[in-house]
């Protein structure tokens, strides 16, 4: 029986190596999305510096590691057998809530799932004890566990939110009055002082304050307390005078050096806060092997208190650690789709909005507007003019092919961004309160983005909603923590080794799954069919653009309604399905391409103005194809999987003689828009009376079988409706070969 818990401690090592992966993966990136979104250091650089601060921050991170031993139960409450349960309880949960989120690409908090897990499962543990006990009762649960520290822990993350926030929004807004959008002119009088005081909070913060209660801080206590105004002073003096050296002797850009060092500086503080998150669990659980083996009690009998006096971290499994973190940054794949949420829910341009608005992110913005409009009468017109010209953006002229060089936001809110984030989570690590420096770096930079008015009209509804998302996910994080970290302690506790052993291997498979679906959408290439956005300026360009994308839209379209004809036949639910979603994606495409409108035409040069209003129409016509297919597969798929009456075999024979017929039209317009054999357009259009003619022929015979014979109203309704959007869809390929044919006998 004693060989279970050294097999739960190996068990534990590994799966401590995997938090270490996934969690970085989720957390690590939330530092570099400054650095890398405002484009100032090279990508390598930015991962150079962060691996430093990362490594540095984990072999002296030991401060911490006491809220995984002491910090959300009482351990002399709990005897050995009892601690592990909860332990690998808290550890499978860790590794599969936080992969789930890294998968998503939602950052979520490694501190609130850890604290939510150590309470679910000690909660949990606590009730099967009390429930065994004559003498305790429910009553008794507080003693169990430490409230007081799991309420201060908690409302400690909950208020970090706020605060991050709000103190962003504020520094942020105050930089931009004095520095302005076009900051390279100020930067020359006021950037020394900027840099000294950025450089002061970075390094004071992060470094000093940092280092309190690591094994070093002994040396250096007392040099640093008692002194802390000095310090401030002295450092404030140093830094502005090296940065007024940086600026005017030597001509560098001392935001890009501030971003450089917060980079280096929020990296250190992220790993001496949130290494407890991976690693403490393992350790406090290693520590009471060796505890328990020594004393030769039995494991049910052997009090924990040993968990209560503090035992120093071990400098070769912290090094170790530093290294797994080092090596995860460098090669997930995983950070990278986490980063990309945070800078585009961030971005000061238009941007592909990764989540759409709902009935809360409206209501924010609605409320939003009409407050901005009622201050707006009450501060002066001369004032509102002057703060206005401070937000005033440049204007950077770039080809259309070079966008993607722009960055997310200028040097100035990233250097925000680091400053902020650092000081709030070093003064939290040095109280030893384990915010999620997850919520602070991505509310810090949420709230600058709102103070530098990167939420315009435009996109005021989707940031909201990705930050209301992000924040659901946060609450959802605690929930499941708590809940299955407590179920998996209790099923633990039934079935003791065996069970251990099957939720292994289910989270080696999930994780296994996750890691295969998340490559395969990483390493997806984009469809040939894929519609594409105009990128010309000319007439004869706009044509041939729009070519290839009707060439697609219509192979496409032949496909997806074959598939849905053919899923009615045999009633298979899953092949209409599947073709909604494909229909459902060929609409995003188009939508995707209307919203470039306003781009596309003030990309046109002066003479080829009247190629946008073909475009348009294009486009226009393309929408209804879109709309007619979507409807004609969403009442096919409601209308199998609402198990209604199979369509008649009358009525299936002629639905296939209309694809046959269909098929033969779009394969011959596939061709002559891919050969741009547009004179064949004529004949085209000869065939478009032929298709009507059949389907009023079907219209009509079907009226004679509902008077005569048909008994199932719900067949009679999507058969009617299936000819009738049909006559809709060819209608609206016509319209668009109509346009193209007139475009190509002007020319």
Known sequence: MDNIYLLMIVALAILAIADLVVGVSNDAINFLNSAIGSKAIPFKTIMVIASLGIFIGAISSS????????????PGEFYFNEIMIIFMAVMITDILLLDFFNTLGLPTSTTVSIVFEL???????????????????????????????????????????????????????????????????????????????????ITYFIFMKGLKGTPYYGDMKGVIEGNELIIILVSLALWTLLSFVYLNVLKKNILI???????FGLALAFSGNDLVNFIGVPMAAYHSYEAWSASGVDATLFSMDVLDKKVPAEPLLLFVAGAVMVVTLWFSKKARTVADTEIGLATQDETKEKFKPNMLSRAVVKGSTKLAAMLGVIIPNATQEKINASFEKPVVALPKHKTYELPAFDQIRASVNLMVAGVLISIATSMKLPLSTTYVTFMVAMGTSLADRAWGRE????????????????????????????????????????????????????????YISHRKKSNAITSPDELKKAESSTVQGIIEESADNVAKAVSRTNKIYSSIIQGLAVEDESKLKKSRIKVDQLSEEVDELRNHIFYFIKNLDETSVRGSNFYIMILAYMTDVSQSLEYIAKVSHKHVRNNHKKLRFNQIKDLQYIDTSFEALLKDIHVIFKNREFEKLEDILIRKQKAFSDISKMIEVQITRTRNEESSPKNTTLYFSLLLETKDLITALMHLMEEYYKSHKSN
């Open 63 to 74: 401060g911490l590691m006491e809220v995984a031993r002491k910090g959300i139960f009482v």
């Open 119 to 201: 309470l679910g499962a000690a909660v949990v543990m606590s009730l099967i004890k009390i429930s065994n006990s004559d003498s305790h009762t429910i009553s008794d649960l507080s003693s169990f566990i430490n409230t007081s520290k799991a309420v201060e822990i908690i409302s400690g993350i909950l208020l970090s939110v706020l605060i991050a926030f709000t103190v962003g929004a504020i520094v942020q807004y105050l930089s931009r009055l004095i520095f302005t959008f076009h900051y390279e002119k100020k930067i020359k009088n006021f950037g020394a002082i900027f840099g000294g005081v950025s450089l002061t909070a």
């Open 257 to 263: 050096f501030v971003i450089g060092v917060g980079t």
């Open 459 to 514: 996109s005021a509804v989707y940031r909201v909603a990705g930050v209301l998302n992000v924040i659901g996910g946060w609450f959802f994080t605690a929930f499941s923590a708590f809940v299955s970290a407590g179920v998996l302690a209790y099923l633990i506790y039934l079935g003791k080794g065996p069970m251990i052993a099957v939720l292994l291997l289910i989270a080696v498979i999930l994780l296994i799954r996750n």
